[in-house]
Structures are given as C-alpha cells and as structure tokens.
C-alpha cells in the first residue's frame, strides 16, 4: 500500500486525505497552521460540482452541518431591476445544493471528518524543502522533523512551498480586481435565507446572501489596479467601507446599504490566478487546489475544483498500475478544466471581451464526461486512456 504525504489541510489537502484514506492509501496531512480554524474570515460558495464531489468521498453530512444552503439566483442590474431569477443547479437534491460558508468552517469540519476516519491529520507542521529520491520522497519542516512517503501531495495553497521546490519561478498573478467581502447582522434586506443575490453594479460586481440567523454575508469585486504593498495586511474595515461606499451609491441597489450597515467585519483581498501550463508534478510530487490553479473568484469555484481534484487524484492512484501512470492520468483529466476555469473567471475579473492568456487547447471535460471523471465506482485509468 502507497505511503501518501498531503501537505496543506486546507480544503484541498483534507479532501485529498479523504479520498485517498476512501481508495485505500495509507495518508498523512500535514498543516502548518497550530489549529483547524485558520483564516476565518473569507467565507465561499460550494456550487453543485463540488457538493458531488463531497458526496463521492462521504463527507456530504460533515460539511452540511455548517453553514447554510442556496436554491436559488437572483441577478439585479445598477438600477435594482431584476434581470434573472432562477432555481440554482442542485436546488432539488439535497446532496447537490450550494453551500455557503465560512472557509475556517469547512476545513474544521473536513478535518474533523478525515480525523474521524483515522486520516492522521498533523497541525504546526510547515513544510519547508522537499528531497525527492528514486524510491521515495521526503518533506522537511520548519521544526526539523521530517517525513517520507512515495508520493507527495502539495495542497499547501497560492503560495505552495511545494510547488517552490520544482518550479520556483511559477507564481500567481494579479488577475485585474480587488475582493471586499464582509458580514452584517445589521443590513436592511428583507429577503429571507437560501437565495443569493448578484448585482452587475456599474463600479462593482455585488453579491449577497443572508444566513438563517439573518446574517447577510457579501462581497463587492473591484475591477482595477491592486492595492498600493502593504495595503492588504491594512486591517481597518472603515477604510474599505469608505471607499466602496462612492462606488457603489452610484447605483440604486441594496449594495450601499449592505455595506453601510457592516461595521467591524470588512476584509479585503487581491483576486489572483496561475499562469496556464505551468508544471503539476515531479515523479514523485503533485501539486492540487489552488497551488497548481488558483483562479480569480468570480466563478466562485475554487474550493469545487479544489473537491474534484480530490477525488479524482484517489481514483487515479487506486486504478492505475502505478505512480506515474496515475498522475498523468489525473493531469490529463484535471488540466483543461481548471485551466478552463482560470480563463473565464480572470475574464470576468477584467471585465474582458476575451480571455487573457492564450485559448485553453484541450476543451473542457462535458457535463456526462465530468460525471464519469467524479463518480467513485468508475475506472479512471480506462477513462484517460480512451480520453
Ligand atoms: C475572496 C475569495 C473568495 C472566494 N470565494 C470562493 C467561492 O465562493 N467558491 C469557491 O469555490 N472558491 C472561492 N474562493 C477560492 C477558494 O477559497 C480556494 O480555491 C480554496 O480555498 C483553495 O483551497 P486549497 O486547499 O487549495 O488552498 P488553501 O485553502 O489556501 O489551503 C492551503 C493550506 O495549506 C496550508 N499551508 C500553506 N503552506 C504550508 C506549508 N508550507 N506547509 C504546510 N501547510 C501549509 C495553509 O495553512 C492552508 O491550510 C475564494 C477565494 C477568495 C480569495
């Protein structure tokens, strides 16, 4: 039985261990964090492919008792005039439906899940060099321990240490806005719980939802230049509400006063995304999650694809005949995906006409074939190769 080395227990990292302990791998999840409840502050959206996903590794129930359900869309232009509303996909399956919620909250509850299975999950442990040999790999961390598997899996996140190890000059770039997001108790909405609400505004993309507790979480994309250095670690809510506030009052929507009403829990970040074509893996190293394809938000898929690639890296190492063959069944399955992916949201991001990069050369997996790449019984091995 393949010794399997995580790095990273973040969404990616935990459902990895997940899945692998599901195929039968003897893993290890090693977090540099001390604690489950790293980064408690962003919250996202599990959209119908990720909670698929969860359901394939078991771990629909662990996530659906935290945070709160979406069934449907409504999509409002600067004037407050509603311009779609509809059923979100997944709205009739209880296993399938959005999920909103804090990003702390789903890796607890993952990692309390992978614990319940017997996944060895280690906090305090940073990674800091990789050493690959012919036969196994080893990590080193921080507090000069070390730990040695066949293969190592990096979900350590945008700024992989594992990824570092074999292409260092591989980094994430700004993908063209800045992300507010926040939470207010105190907002005038009126609507109930289980409908998310996007605003095309005409300074700012705009979207919220309110949790059964009557809690509206938001967030307000910012197409432009990044912030000035230092700016980012600058954790001063009024700063940020007094500078979306002009850029949203230029349009007659609930955007203003969402943001009017958040007092202390206003947090911003740089959307960012991964070249395309950048190198996965070494022969005995694969990155996963954001580390390999950090997209901007505005598909607001990561974490989903960060699910996906869980599971499908498991079934390629459980039906593969060995190392090699599995990881390069995975790339070939994983790539024009999440690539896909990076594509469209940085347009989004841009408010482009066209993608950035260059086109993505394979075309993305279909909706029957995503199924077939996500469902636990079939053969992934046979289904890259005949890809
Ligand atoms: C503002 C914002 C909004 C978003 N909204 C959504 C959304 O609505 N829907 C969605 O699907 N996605 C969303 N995303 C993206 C989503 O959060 C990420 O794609 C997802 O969290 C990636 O998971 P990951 O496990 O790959 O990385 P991370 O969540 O970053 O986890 C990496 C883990 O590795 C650990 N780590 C780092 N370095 C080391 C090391 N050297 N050694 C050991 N451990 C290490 C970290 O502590 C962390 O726990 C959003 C992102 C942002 C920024």
């Known amino acids: 039985m393949a010794r399997i080395l995580v790095i990273g227990g973040g969404t990616a990292g935990t459902a990895a ?28 959206t599990l959209a119908s492919n990720g909670m698929r996903a969860l359901a394939q ?5 662990a996530v659906t008792a935290t945070g709160f ?33 804090r990003r702390g909250e789903l890796n607890a509850a993952l990692q309390a899940e992978a614990v319940r299975r017997g996944v060895d999950v280690r906090h305090g442990a940073r990674l800091v060099s990789v050493e690959a040999g012919p036969d196994a790999v080893t990590a080193h961390f921080t507090d000069g321990g070390t730990a040695t598997g066949d293969l190592l899996v990096g979900a350590d996140g945008l700024n992989s240490a594992v990824r570092h190890s074999f292409a260092p000059d591989t980094r994430p770039a700004y993908a063209g806005e800045r992300v507010f997001y926040g939470y207010t108790t105190e907002a005038p909405v009126t609507e109930g719980t289980g409908r998310i ?46 500078l979306l506030l002009p850029l949203l009052r230029r349009d007659a929507t609930p955007a203003a006063g969402i943001v009017a009403a958040t007092t202390d829990s206003i947090m911003v970040t740089h959307a960012t ?17 954001d580390a390999a394809h950090a997209a901007s938000p505005a598909t607001g898929q990561g974490a989903s694809m960060a699910l996906e690639d869980a599971v ?17 069944a995975y790339e070939s399955l994983r790539r024009s995906r999440v690539e896909h992916n990076i594509a469209v949201s940085g347009q989004i991001s841009r408010r482009a006409d066209s993608p950035a990069g ?18 636990w019984d079939t053969d992934v091995w046979t289904l890259a190769r005949d890809a």
């Not at 070249?275 to 999650?289: D, K, N």
């Not at 997996?365 to 790449?373: A, G």
């Open 312 to 328: 499908v890296l498991a079934k390629a190492l459980r039906d593969a005949p060995n190392i090699d063959k599995a990881l390069t």
């Open 273 to 289: 995304e991964m070249p395309p074509g950048a190198s996965w893996r070494t022969a005995r190293t694969l990155i996963i999650g």
């Open 197 to 242: 609400t996007l605003i095309r505004g005409s300074a700012a993309a705009f979207g919220y939802a309110v949790s059964p507790t009557g809690e509206t979480y938001w967030f307000a994309r910012v197409t432009g230049e990044p912030l000035p250095p230092g700016d980012l670690a600058d954790d001063t809510p009024d700063r940020w509400r007094e």
């Open 57 to 61: 590794i078991d771990a629909s129930a």
């Open 358 to 375: 260059p086109a993505v050369a394979t075309p993305p997996p279909t909706e029957d074939e995503l199924l077939r790449h996500l469902a």
């Open 17 to 44: 261990g997940l899945a692998l302990r599901k195929a039968g791998f003897e893993v290890t999840v090693h977090e540099a964090h001390p604690t489950a409840a790293e980064d408690i502050g962003a919250f996202l």
């Open 69 to 101: 359900e979406l069934t449907a869309l409504s999509v409002l232009d600067g004037t407050g005039a509603e311009l779609a509303n509809r059923p979100l996909a997944g709205a009739d399956d209880p296993l399938l439906r959005y999920r909103c919620l």
